[in-house]
């Protein structure tokens, strides 16, 4: 029989594409879902269990479900995702409120443990992570003009901090005829703004052996109905000639690189197990803007890796003074049980750490006023995400801004704007990391 299937997605846009994912095969199956727990036969809580914020967020989230199932308002919660593939044992007999579970290789399972579920089963379905079904149909849950496209699955960079290649597996590209089939599906439903999303997309059709590349894909994709094609998770060290020859020269590509360096310094570096130096991200560094001097570049940072003395820190935030790059995560180093670095020796105090990470954030502020500060005067192209009843004007993003991380920009305009619409804005002014401007008629 049909039941109500509430969906609630915790962490990352891949994660969300492997929720949309579970949506649709519920549709499919002729279940009712909605984004709203309250009165549903199930809840689905896909999680995120890669830091320790992370998974604090996921515990909340299911004590909150299990407070509705108390109370009568919920039957049943199902829990998906990083979190169960983590620690199935840890919820088993520490959170008895969870009446199943399915890992990262078993998201095509949701329908049938939804049916056991309701026939008073406790499914746990753990299938393998490195042959998960990627090609699924979605249910887009992101605005109507804008929507994430996954091109790959897992990683196999093997990061000493991250957790990620045992939760998720090896890194697989999906096949060009997939990717570019469903991304003609979401360009024809109305997508204008397509985020090409993956651990790492920089590796596209390595692991396939047959010529495929990230560039080939993105010259296809450029030849369907968008207005931008973003760009999220480049690998400092897979960065071809040919790819930012092709990022430089197609018109939809943004000049929004997002390129997570994680530090400069090469003891550092290699103590991560990352695959490139500092001169290497340097000379990088020079050859994007010198192919394409509008560029962007966003990076993730960690502070506080075990090994990063005052030396190494005061190394990186040079590095940063110097390159002037204009978005950053900044993260504080997590021990992550599982890991390399959660078993070295010279492990930084987390006050400490924290303290990096704090001065790192007020540096990386400062360049991004001084860059909005330049903004001032020009012309930009701005996609509008409607009209903000609070600020009492319009809101939307520049190519500098991507969704739900960077800034955005309030403007005024004599009629109507449209949601999804790409109007020219003057910028007029600056605040707290937002622009402010008017259309420019």
Request: net charge negative; proline share 4%.
């Given at each position: 029989?049909?039941?109500?299937?509430?969906?609630?997605?915790?962490?990352?846009?891949?994660?969300?594409?492997?929720?949309?994912?579970?949506?649709?095969?519920?549709?499919?199956?002729?279940?009712?879902?909605?984004?709203?727990?309250?009165?549903?036969?199930?809840?689905?809580?896909?999680?995120?269990?890669?830091?320790?914020?992370?998974?604090?967020?996921?515990?909340?989230?299911?004590?909150?479900?299990?407070?509705?199932?108390?109370?009568?308002?919920?039957?049943?919660?199902?829990?998906?995702?990083?979190?169960?593939?983590?620690?199935?044992?840890?919820?088993?007999?520490?959170?008895?409120?969870?009446?199943?579970?399915?890992?990262?290789?078993?998201?095509?399972?949701?329908v049938q443990a939804v049916e056991e579920l309701m026939a008073g089963e406790r499914p746990a379905h753990f299938g393998n992570i490195h042959r998960t079904y990627e090609d699924g149909e979605r249910m887009v849950t992101t605005p109507s003009y804008t929507a994430y496209l996954k091109i790959a699955e897992g990683?196999?960079?093997?990061?000493?901090?991250?957790?990620?290649?045992?939760?998720?597996?090896?890194?697989?590209?999906?096949?060009?005829?997939?990717?570019?089939?469903?991304?003609?599906?979401?360009?024809?439903?109305?997508?204008?703004?397509?985020?090409?999303?993956?651990?790492?997309?920089?590796?596209?059709?390595?692991?396939?052996?047959?010529?495929?590349?990230?560039?080939?894909?993105?010259?296809?994709?450029?030849?369907?109905?968008?207005?931008?094609?973003?760009?999220?998770?480049l690998y400092p060290e897979v960065i071809t000639p040919e790819l930012v020859e092709t990022i430089a020269s197609q018109k939809k590509i943004l000049h929004y690189l997002d390129i997570p360096i994680q530090h400069c310094n090469d003891g550092i570096l290699k103590a991560m197990r990352r695959r490139n130096t500092?001169?290497?991200?340097?000379?990088?560094?020079?050859?994007?803007?010198?192919?394409?001097?509008?560029?962007?570049?966003?990076?993730?940072?960690?502070?506080g890796l075990p090994g990063e003395g005052e030396a190494e820190f005061e190394e990186l935030c040079e590095f940063l003074r110097e390159q002037k790059l204009q978005r950053a995560g900044v993260f504080q180093f997590s021990p992550e049980e599982g890991t390399l670095a959660a078993d070295m020796e010279d492990q930084?105090?987390?006050?400490?750490?924290?303290?990096?990470?704090?001065?790192?954030?007020?540096?990386?502020?400062?360049?991004?006023?001084?860059?909005?500060?330049?903004?001032?005067?020009?012309?930009?192209?701005?996609?509008?995400?409607?009209?903000?009843?609070?600020?009492?004007?319009?809101?939307?993003?520049?190519?500098?801004?991507?969704?739900?991380?960077?800034?955005?920009?309030?403007?005024?305009?004599?009629?109507?704007?449209?949601?999804?619409?790409?109007?020219?804005?003057?910028?007029?002014?600056?605040?707290?990391?937002?622009?402010?401007?008017?259309?420019?008629?």
């Amino acid at each position: 029989m049909p039941y109500k299937i509430a969906f609630v997605s915790l962490g990352c846009a891949k994660n969300l594409v492997n929720t949309e994912q579970m949506m649709a095969l519920c549709r499919k199956a002729g279940h009712t879902v909605t984004g709203e727990p309250e009165g549903a036969d199930v809840a689905v809580l896909n999680t995120c269990g890669f830091i320790e914020s992370a998974k604090s967020e996921a515990i909340d989230n299911i004590l909150q479900l299990a407070q509705l199932k108390e109370s009568g308002k919920l039957k049943k919660l199902l829990v998906t995702g990083c979190l169960t593939q983590r620690y199935p044992e840890d919820i088993r007999t520490e959170l008895p409120e969870v009446d199943g579970m399915l890992g990262t290789g078993s998201y095509t399972d949701v329908v049938q443990a939804v049916e056991e579920l309701m026939a008073g089963e406790r499914p746990a379905h753990f299938g393998n992570i490195h042959r998960t079904y990627e090609d699924g149909e979605r249910m887009v849950t992101t605005p109507s003009y804008t929507a994430y496209l996954k091109i790959a699955e897992g990683c196999s960079n093997g990061c000493a901090f991250c957790i990620i290649p045992k939760l998720r597996g090896r890194y697989r590209s999906r096949s060009t005829e997939a990717v570019l089939a469903e991304a003609k599906q979401l360009a024809d439903s109305g997508v204008k703004e397509l985020i090409v999303i993956a651990q790492d997309i920089t590796r596209y059709g390595m692991d396939l052996g047959d010529g495929t590349t990230l560039a080939k894909l993105l010259k296809e994709l450029c030849k369907l109905d968008f207005h931008w094609i973003r760009l999220h998770y480049l690998y400092p060290e897979v960065i071809t000639p040919e790819l930012v020859e092709t990022i430089a020269s197609q018109k939809k590509i943004l000049h929004y690189l997002d390129i997570p360096i994680q530090h400069c310094n090469d003891g550092i570096l290699k103590a991560m197990r990352r695959r490139n130096t500092k001169v290497e991200l340097q000379e990088l560094f020079a050859r994007l803007r010198q192919a394409m001097p509008d560029v962007v570049l966003r990076t993730s940072l960690i502070c506080g890796l075990p090994g990063e003395g005052e030396a190494e820190f005061e190394e990186l935030c040079e590095f940063l003074r110097e390159q002037k790059l204009q978005r950053a995560g900044v993260f504080q180093f997590s021990p992550e049980e599982g890991t390399l670095a959660a078993d070295m020796e010279d492990q930084v105090d987390p006050e400490v750490a924290a303290r990096r990470v704090e001065l790192v954030v007020d540096l990386q502020s400062r360049i991004m006023d001084a860059y909005n500060e330049e903004r001032l005067g020009s012309v930009m192209e701005v996609l509008c995400e409607g009209f903000d009843s609070q600020a009492g004007c319009y809101v939307g993003r520049t190519y500098a801004d991507s969704v739900d991380i960077d800034g955005h920009v309030y403007f005024t305009a004599a009629g109507l704007v449209p949601a999804g619409s790409f109007v020219p804005v003057r910028i007029t002014g600056v605040s707290d990391g937002d622009l402010t401007g008017e259309i420019e008629e």
